[in-house]
């Protein structure tokens, strides 16, 4: 029987009986495993797994989404109990951070968006693990440092309700968002549309990109938190258009027969990669290396990210047809990790941080 612990309030006491003494690190352990052949490796990961019994995963989202996620893997490896506590990134990284900081070696793995990760690679709590799968994930996702391996992306779509805009007045490009017709309220943007920003950054360059961004803020936005809630009340004829929306919610509501639909910009902007770490201390290191290339293979986790209408980050994977053999931009954690903080503060001064 699966067991799925549901973790909304992280900081609890530390039990002892949650610390374990570890002679080797996990990423060690998993070392020895280099030069073996796929079967051979796996033969031996399972093994390892049956006697470790379970696997611990910290996991930020959606409580549905990642459920799908762990029956997928309790399917292929029914003898290994899961156990998952999820909870907004913010939180899972400090519970991470908080039992690694008091030697509470309970956590295996951990997936969270890659930019809330630094705290985590600061203190040394992850380790490298290198996955057979990732010579075959997008250069463009992959941490140069090979700490953080991508399991899936957002793609951030400009979308529109087709009640309220006519065929010919669809924007093309982002530009278009600047005609006089949209002034006025028109228009949706989200309190924390940061990734969407430095995509508008790194595409048009900073000196224009900033200057964009204050005609469009020039134009009067409707502010708010929560790209679902913003697309839900598009769909619902509240505004005609939402500036940066994520794919995944405006495709489901379409589905659903939500009057709205998207426009793909050239090039697409994608969130920074949802990243899956490995402790360095992990208790179940094989049953954590089974849980990884579960996640990046094209048969398994990437499957199940698609039929969710994620970017997948296996280039081996089928994805949305919509959203073939477009240009990406996605920001790269070697250069835009550092001044995350400065973008931030800038998005702020331009839009202002409080909803109306």
């Given at each position: 029987?699966m067991?799925?612990?549901?973790?909304?309030?992280?900081l609890?006491?530390?039990?002892?009986t949650g610390?374990?003494?570890?002679a080797?690190?996990?990423?060690?352990i998993?070392n020895k495993?280099?030069?073996l052949s796929?079967?051979e490796r796996?033969e031996?990961?399972?093994a390892?797994?049956k006697?470790e019994?379970?696997?611990?995963?910290?996991?930020?989202g959606g409580v549905r989404?990642?459920q799908k996620?762990?029956?997928?893997?309790k399917?292929?490896?029914?003898?290994?109990?899961v156990?998952?506590s999820?909870?907004?990134?913010s939180?899972v990284?400090?519970?991470?951070?908080?039992?690694?900081?008091?030697?509470?070696?309970v956590?295996?793995?951990?997936l969270?968006n890659?930019f809330?990760?630094?705290q985590l690679?600061?203190?040394?709590?992850?380790?490298?693990?290198e996955?057979?799968y990732?010579?075959?994930?997008?250069?463009e996702?992959v941490?140069p440092?090979g700490?953080?391996?991508?399991?899936?992306?957002?793609?951030?779509?400009?979308?529109?309700?087709k009640?309220q805009?006519?065929p010919?007045?669809?924007?093309?490009?982002?530009?278009d968002?600047?005609?006089?017709?949209w002034k006025?309220n028109?228009m949706?943007?989200d309190?924390?549309?940061h990734?969407?920003?430095?995509?508008?950054?790194g595409i048009?360059?900073?000196?224009?990109?900033?200057?964009y961004s204050?005609k469009?803020a020039?134009?009067?936005?409707?502010?708010?938190?929560g790209?679902?809630?913003?697309?839900q009340?598009?769909?619902?004829g509240?505004?005609?258009?939402?500036v940066?929306?994520?794919?995944h919610r405006v495709h489901?509501?379409?589905?659903?027969?939500?009057?709205?639909?998207y426009?793909?910009?050239?090039?697409?902007?994608?969130?920074?990669?949802?990243t899956?770490?490995l402790?360095?201390?992990?208790?179940?290191p094989?049953?954590?290396a089974?849980?990884i290339?579960y996640?990046l293979?094209?048969?398994t986790g990437?499957k199940?990210?698609?039929?969710?209408?994620?970017?997948p980050?296996n280039?081996?994977?089928?994805g949305?047809p919509?959203l073939?053999d477009v240009?990406?931009?996605v920001?790269?954690l070697?250069e835009w990790?550092?001044?995350?903080a400065?973008?931030?503060?800038?998005?702020d001064?331009i839009?202002?941080?409080?909803a109306?």
């Amino acid at each position: 029987m699966m067991r799925i612990v549901l973790s909304i309030i992280f900081l609890f006491p530390l039990m002892a009986t949650g610390t374990f003494a570890i002679a080797e690190d996990a990423p060690e352990i998993l070392n020895k495993l280099k030069g073996l052949s796929f079967s051979e490796r796996q033969e031996r990961l399972i093994a390892g797994a049956k006697k470790e019994g379970k696997v611990v995963t910290y996991s930020s989202g959606g409580v549905r989404d990642n459920q799908k996620v762990v029956q997928g893997f309790k399917k292929l490896y029914p003898y290994l109990e899961v156990e998952y506590s999820g909870g907004g990134g913010s939180k899972v990284v400090q519970r991470a951070h908080t039992e690694f900081l008091a030697k509470h070696y309970v956590m295996d793995l951990v997936l969270v968006n890659s930019f809330r990760m630094p705290q985590l690679l600061q203190s040394g709590v992850l380790g490298k693990y290198e996955s057979p799968y990732l010579k075959d994930l997008s250069k463009e996702l992959v941490d140069p440092n090979g700490i953080l391996t991508p399991t899936y992306t957002t793609a951030v779509v400009m979308a529109y309700n087709k009640s309220q805009v006519k065929p010919e007045q669809v924007p093309k490009n982002y530009t278009d968002l600047l005609r006089p017709e949209w002034k006025g309220n028109k228009m949706a943007l989200d309190l924390e549309a940061h990734s969407w920003f430095m995509g508008i950054l790194g595409i048009m360059g900073e000196e224009k990109g900033l200057a964009y961004s204050r005609k469009l803020a020039a134009q009067g936005l409707i502010r708010r938190r929560g790209h679902t809630l913003m697309s839900q009340l598009m769909a619902a004829g509240e505004y005609p258009i939402q500036v940066e929306a994520y794919f995944h919610r405006v495709h489901e509501l379409r589905g659903k027969g939500a009057p709205i639909d998207y426009v793909v910009t050239d090039p697409l902007i994608l969130r920074p990669p949802t990243t899956v770490g490995l402790a360095k201390k992990a208790p179940h290191p094989h049953a954590a290396a089974l849980y990884i290339d579960y996640l990046l293979s094209p048969d398994t986790g990437q499957k199940i990210f698609v039929k969710q209408n994620r970017w997948p980050s296996n280039l081996k994977t089928p994805g949305e047809p919509e959203l073939k053999d477009v240009k990406i931009w996605v920001p790269g954690l070697d250069e835009w990790l550092p001044k995350q903080a400065e973008v931030l503060k800038k998005f702020d001064d331009i839009f202002g941080a409080k909803a109306r």
